[in-house]
């Protein structure tokens, strides 16, 4: 089964700095998709960006990229400049395009101080 | 646009009581999912649809849990008879399968609490 660890309970990053969430899966499947879902405090799960197996290139959508290191197996975050409003929990997740179902990641409550 | 649809969006209820989610999903979207999140499991699979079939129901409890989506545009998760270890936030989610991406959208959630 697909594993996906992030080892970061917690971060703390100054308002309108860079900060990076680190994402390690396990998988032995050629093609997989790679999510990273942002949980505020009011709950609900909001999509930022994806990376495919086959992408070449490392995925950007505005302040958020992914830096998708394939042979070390990660798919880290990173939020540049970051806003207040990015605290929340930041969930990495995994997806085999056979199964198709999400397997998320424990975590990482991400706190930006001013 | 509407985006997945979630009711109710808090539910309390009594241990032995039955409880009903619904979800919408997206229009035109051909996948939907039911996601349970609890402080102890974090976010788990509960079953997965694809045309309205149940594809993957292997994270389904047990047989207290069934779900059902006899339309491409509703579908609903029944507890019965619903127990305190029940409670979590229960999350459905749809995307348009076959595209590159499957980027899944979720709910805003329901929130149930079984006393």
């Known amino acids: 089964a697909q594993k996906i660890t992030q080892t970061q309970p917690g971060m703390f990053v100054q308002e309108k700095e860079a900060v990076t969430l680190d994402c390690t899966y396990d998988?032995?499947?050629?093609?997989?998709?790679l999510f990273w879902y942002k949980q505020p405090s009011s709950g609900e799960m909001i999509f930022l960006i994806y990376?495919?197996?086959?992408?070449?290139q490392n995925a950007t959508e505005g302040r958020y990229s992914l830096n998708f290191q394939k042979a070390r197996k990660s798919a880290n975050l990173v939020i540049s400049a970051s806003q207040l409003g990015d605290s929340a929990m930041y969930f990495c997740?995994?997806?085999?395009?056979?199964?198709?179902?999400?397997?998320f990641g424990s975590g990482t409550r991400l706190q930006v101080q001013p | 646009d509407a985006g997945v649809i979630q009711s109710p969006r808090h539910e309390v209820t009594e241990m032995g009581q039955e409880v009903t989610l619904r979800c919408k999903p997206i229009?035109?979207?051909?996948?939907l999912f039911w996601y349970r999140q609890t402080m102890m499991r974090g976010l788990e699979l509960l079953i997965y649809?694809?045309?309205?079939?149940?594809?993957?129901d292997s994270g389904m409890p047990e047989d207290r849990f069934s779900a059902k989506m006899p339309n491409a545009s509703f579908s609903t998760l029944k507890i019965q008879p619903s127990e305190p270890r029940d409670s979590a936030v229960y999350f459905c989610?749809?995307?348009?399968?076959?595209?590159?991406?499957?980027?899944?959208?979720f709910g805003p959630g329901t929130r149930l609490t079984v006393l």
């Open positions: 989610a749809s995307t348009l399968a076959d595209l590159s991406t499957d980027t899944q959208y």
């Open positions: 998988t032995s499947d050629p093609s997989y998709g």
């Open positions: 990376q495919g197996s086959y992408d070449q």
């Open positions: 997740a995994y997806m085999d395009t056979g199964r198709r179902a999400l397997t």
């Open positions: 229009s035109g979207h051909n996948s």
């Open positions: 649809f694809n045309n309205n079939v149940p594809i993957d």
